[in-house]
């Protein structure tokens, strides 16, 4: 069964850093792209990054652009989203999700989730 479990979420500053990790298991993770997504209390799950199987294409939501960043270690079996200049409204829970085919990485089907991860960023 395939597992994604993230880590690195908690309580920052506003205008602070935090890096999310997720590591997957049972996945033949260097053929998947991989995608981050959150949901903050009362609001729709929303996409705010992915990154292709090797890196070279990354993607992301217009309101992070500029401060997070993802990336990808295929060896390690993981998938990063460091987070800067957090602001509070970046304040949700952040899930990792895995998909095959780079087509449709924003709205499209992701094929497995991890639990997520609460990122709470105070003013």
């Known amino acids: 069964q395939v597992q994604l479990v993230e880590s690195g979420g908690g309580l920052v500053q506003a205008g602070g850093s935090l890096r999310l990790s997720c590591v997957a298991s049972r996945l033949t993770f260097s053929r998947y792209v991989m995608g981050w997504f959150r949901q903050a209390p009362g609001k729709d799950r929303e996409f705010v990054s992915a990154i292709n199987w090797n890196g070279d294409n990354t993607y992301y939501t217009d309101s992070v652009k500029g401060r997070f960043t993802i990336s990808r270690d295929n060896a390690k079996n993981a998938v990063y989203l460091t987070m800067n200049s957090l602001k509070p409204e970046d304040t949700a829970v952040y899930y990792c999700?895995?998909?095959?085919?780079?087509?449709?990485?924003?709205?499209?089907?992701?094929?497995?989730w991890g639990q997520g991860s609460q990122v709470t960023v105070s003013s």
């Open positions: 999700a895995a998909r095959e085919g780079e087509s449709g990485v924003v709205t499209g089907k992701y094929d497995y």
